[in-house]
């Protein structure tokens, strides 16, 4: 029998610092063999948010440790690996150029290949850690700082079919629960108080709901929320606010998930429909609940990543990776790091001002 890749991933594009080691079995299914990740709440958590210096620092504290202890976790041997995939981008410079480094470093040492992974590719392969997933499906890809929709041809070749022209949906959860006066990070904590509260009880708006086809918007949301808080006293308001702002969030991926189906079904006329969702937000279960329900309906395959793969993670680095190394698909030492790097390359920039739908 002929030896599986063994593959070591790293991540370190934002603030968590995250190694793992994957395989694969006879059929060849990935098997995710050590995946450690190490948060850094504590570090960010008085500032409020993400502060780039501090998470990078961390990273260079804490690299090596964490790349150890899933070596040391996966039981191989160092020189049993095949291949070093490493973030490249998109993300912070300086957190990404640690793990970047790092990995080149790795992988010059031990002479063997060296891969560039893409953050969202990760994301967008995650639910091959747990599942069979065959080319082509559409992506929903939901988290802290992207979210769009695209039809995933193949490894590498990704068409756009809708972008948020302003805020993340991770990004809108984070802002509500900052103004709900919940500690960083907050997003995850929305949809607990939600379930204290009352769905029905404050009217959102929902910008460009009837237009810009499968495209987002989120910032006048936010606007609202920001206007209704100075006006709330009690903590049972909070909860409805949570509440109200969740379910908004929800007709909103309904409506444009529906639009998007059609525009994927025009592109690629797929035999199998299915429909992936990916990113930290995917770990909502609500917004979960009411995929699986419009999935049902539309006749589409619902795939998830298990929750604790839908945020930041190194396995689905390695998956890139253990793809791309079977296409022996190398990358050279001095690849840079790429603060931002779409995965539909060819897609025109929709963000900010003036933005023509
Ligand atoms: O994918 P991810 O870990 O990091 C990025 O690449 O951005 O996503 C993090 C985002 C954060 O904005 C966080 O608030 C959001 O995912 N998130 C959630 C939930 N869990 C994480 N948003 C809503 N509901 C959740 N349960
Ligand atoms: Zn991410």
Request: some cysteine; aromatic content about 8%.
């Amino acid at each position: 029998m002929s030896k599986k890749p063994l593959i070591l991933g790293i991540e370190s594009s934002c603030d968590e610092t995250a190694a793992s080691i994957i395989t694969e079995n006879d059929q060849g299914n990935p098997i995710v063999l050590s995946n450690i990740v190490s948060s850094q709440v504590d570090v960010h958590k008085e500032f409020g948010g993400v502060v780039p210096e501090l998470a990078a620092r961390s990273h260079v504290e804490k690299i090596d440790l964490i790349v150890q202890k899933a070596i040391d976790e996966s039981k191989i041997d160092i020189k049993e690996i095949d291949a070093v995939a490493s973030t490249a981008g998109p993300g912070l410079i300086v957190c990404l150029s640690v793990g970047l480094s790092f990995g080149k470093t790795f992988a010059a040492s031990l002479n063997k290949p060296f891969i560039a992974v893409n953050h969202l590719e990760g994301h967008a392969l995650s639910p091959k850690l747990n599942s069979k997933l065959n080319y082509p499906y559409l992506l929903l890809l939901i988290s802290g700082g992207h979210s769009q929709y695209l039809s995933v041809k193949n490894l590498g070749e990704y068409k756009r079919l809708g972008t948020t022209i302003d805020d993340a949906i991770g990004e809108a959860f984070d802002k509500t629960a900052k103004l709900l006066g919940i500690e960083f990070p907050g997003g995850p904590q929305v949809e607990v108080l939600a379930k204290k509260g009352d769905p029905n009880k404050y009217n959102l708006p929902k910008p460009i709901f009837n237009k810009g086809g499968c495209n987002l918007s989120f910032a006048g949301l936010k606007t609202a929320i920001l206007n209704i808080t100075k006006q709330i006293k009690t903590e049972q308001e909070k909860f409805d606010l949570a509440a109200s702002f969740q379910k908004t969030v929800i007709e909103i991926l309904h409506k444009k998930t529906k639009i998007a189906f059609t525009e994927f079904e025009n592109q690629i006329k797929p035999k199998e429909k299915k429909f992936v969702v990916a990113g930290g937000v995917a770990a909502n279960k609500e917004i979960r609940n009411m995929l699986i329900e419009l999935c049902k309906e539309e006749n589409y395959k619902p795939i998830f990543p298990p929750i604790e793969l839908c945020g930041d993670n190194a396995a689905m680095i390695a998956m890139v990776g253990l793809e791309k190394f079977k296409l022996k698909q190398f990358d050279n030492l001095d690849y840079p790091a790429k603060p931002r790097w779409p995965l539909d390359q060819d897609a025109v920039f929709l963000k900010g001002a003036g933005v023509k739908l």
